[in-house]
T-cell receptor
Framework: EAQVTQNPRYLITVTGKKLTVTCSQN?????MSWYRQDPGLGLRQIYY???????DKGDVPEGYKVSRKEKRNFPLILESPSPNQTSLYFC???????????FGPGTRLTVL | ELKVEQNPLFLSMQEGKNYTIYCNYS?????LYWYRQDPGKSLESLFV?????AVKQEGRLMASLDTKARLSTLHITAAVHDLSATYFC?????????????FGKGTKLSVKP
């Protein structure tokens, strides 16, 4: 089944404890992206990757890192999480560019 | 930098009625996207509008793009309860990299019998 998977789906952690949210797609898509969704703010793009060789910042990259070592995976890394990173995170992929994105199920992160 | 504004943010409709959601954007954007999010679920891509005058339709939803007015609309025809969801528009930040998307805050649509 063609899909985008994220793990974990739910995570409660404490301030400063490094964490990684994984994202994987099995559709051979070039484009991948991370978003956060907060009430009243809609979706905001964190990072995106046009292909394995190109990764760029979105609107809210502060406090996040990403890695695109292979086409299928695009993990989101929080080196030192803070409470303001409590949010619902979505990963998405698309064949080429951000057109027709397929979204993962979301990861709900709480940082205490 | 591109800014995207949707209105209304909340919309309560009766089944069978028509309505339009508006998406205004502040600067040039070479394409406009619409997404749907059901309550508690992930997002689903609905439409990609690539050029001025573009119109896309699927079922009771029709999206259009007017690049001169910097306006996209999502028209709902004869609403049914199954259309209850939050709808987002997004523009591609033309001045930046091709992968940078800016989203509106979303329109929460509730269709009542």
């Amino acid at each position: 089944e063609a899909q985008v998977t994220q793990n974990p789906r739910y995570l409660i952690t404490v301030t400063g404890k490094k964490l990684t949210v994984t994202c994987s797609q099995n559709m051979n898509h070039e484009y991948m992206s991370w978003y956060r969704q907060d009430p009243g703010l809609g979706l905001r793009q964190i990072y995106y990757s046009m292909n394995v060789e190109v990764t760029d910042k979105g609107d809210v990259p502060e406090g996040y890192k990403v890695s695109r070592k292979e086409k299928r995976n695009f993990p989101l890394i929080l080196e030192s999480p803070s409470p303001n990173q409590t949010s619902l995170y979505f990963c998405a992929s698309s064949p080429g560019g951000p057109d027709t994105q397929y979204f993962g199920p979301g990861t709900r992160l709480t940082v205490l | 930098e591109l800014k995207v504004e949707q209105n209304p943010l909340f919309l309560s409709m009766q089944e069978g009625k028509n309505y339009t959601i508006y998406c205004n954007y502040s600067t040039t954007s070479d394409r406009l996207y619409w997404y749907r999010q059901d309550p508690g679920k992930s997002l689903e891509s609905l439409f990609v509008l690539l050029s001025n005058g573009a119109v896309k339709q699927e079922g009771r939803l029709m999206a259009s793009l007017d690049t001169k007015a910097r306006l996209s609309t999502l028209h709902i025809t004869a609403a049914v309860h199954d259309l209850s969801a939050t709808y987002f528009c997004a523009g591609r930040n033309y001045g930046g990299s091709q992968g940078n998307l800016i989203f509106g805050k979303g329109t929460k649509l509730s269709v009542k019998p």
